[in-house]
């Protein structure tokens, strides 16, 4: 049987009087913790993701008793979580069942909390599974309908008490983005993409944090001009000569309309973070103009927030 501990409060404070809500027993930074639980196979990972490309802290196969110490944690005079989000479920073992007293002491301390619930009809669960060919937890070396069907004696009484229940059957992965986007996440973290423009020097390595990447060295390069080396992208005269020959135009041309194509459609799927990389020989001169370009372009779009970072420009050219 697992031992049930409380929270240990930080401080004291007004105990709850009926009708009313909490108030905080503890001084924290933490504005929100989401719980997120329900049936293995239901999309809990995906709901994980949503939460952590909105800029929350989340921890994935946590036992009660985990959240119980994380918590401490968060609540610490020197912590800087804002927003969390972690995964607990039968994987937990026999700690599960005290995930029901961690949620009732959060509620003693007044913290803001949310429990998400996740469930899917038993022949979708099934479905899931033997695409992936996964083992179901609660039944290792026996059927997957098997262990959904102890995995859903165990989590019934828990269900009763979510704050939102999403039952994910017949949903894509998008869709299930969108829901708990609209439902959970805070208006400015669900409907504004995050967009980073971001040059680099393919001799410098390639980006590591990258959701899409152009390789612009087709393009004049100024390093082999004297009077250009030693400036960047960020001077008008690197900028006229990298456009003297007009390729630089076609391009832009294309690559708007391919962004003006994609970025209204990565908004629409509830994506939170997108990285472009643009890649020249040393990241100086010609993807540090077009980075620049884009950022321009982009930022006045409501739905973006728009950023532009140069990983190398302050690596100064050999010979220099």
């Known amino acids: 049987m697992a031992v049930i501990r409380p929270l240990r409060p930080l401080r004291g404070g007004a105990e709850r009087k009926a009708g009313q809500p909490a108030r905080p027993v503890v001084q924290t930074r933490l504005q929100d913790l989401v719980v997120i639980t329900g049936f293995s196979g239901a999309g809990k990972s995906t709901a994980m993701n949503v939460f952590e490309d909105a800029g929350y802290f989340c921890v994935d196969n946590l036992p009660p008793e985990m959240i119980r110490s994380l918590v401490e944690l968060f609540v610490h005079q020197g912590s800087k979580v804002e927003r969390a989000a972690v995964v607990s479920d039968v994987r937990g073992g026999v700690y599960f069942e005290a995930l029901r007293a961690v949620v009732d002491d959060l509620d003693a301390l007044g913290l803001t909390h949310h429990v998400l619930f996740l469930e899917a009809a038993e022949q979708t669960l099934v479905t899931r599974y033997k695409e992936t060919r996964r083992r179901h937890p609660l039944a290792p070396e026996g059927s997957v309908a098997a262990g959904i069907a102890s995995e ?18 017949g949903m894509t992965t998008a869709m299930l983005r969108g829901k708990i986007a609209d439902e959970l996440l805070p208006h400015k973290a669900a409907g504004r993409l995050a967009l980073t ?55 832009y041309e294309r690559l708007h309309g391919l962004l003006d194509f994609l970025l209204p459609q990565y908004v629409a ?43 190398d420009v302050d690596k100064r050219p050999r010979g220099s």
Do not use: W
């Open 152 to 169: 859903r004696a165990l989590l019934a009484p828990f269900r009763e008490h979510a704050d939102l229940v999403i039952d994910t059957t």
């Open 197 to 251: 423009f971001m040059s680099f020097g393919f001799k410098h390595g390639p980006p590591r944090e990258e959701d899409l990447a152009f390789d612009v060295r087709f393009l004049a390069n100024p390093h082999y001009e004297l009077d250009l080396r030693e400036l960047t992208g960020l001077d008008q005269a690197v900028v006229d000569y990298i456009a003297r020959d007009g390729r630089l135009e076609e391009f």
């Open 269 to 311: 799927e509830g994506k939170s973070h997108l990285v472009i990389a643009i890649g020249c020989t040393g990241g100086r001169h010609r993807s540090v103009a077009i980075a620049e370009h884009l950022a321009e372009r982009y930022r006045e779009n409501d739905d973006l927030d728009v950023a532009v970072a140069h990983r």
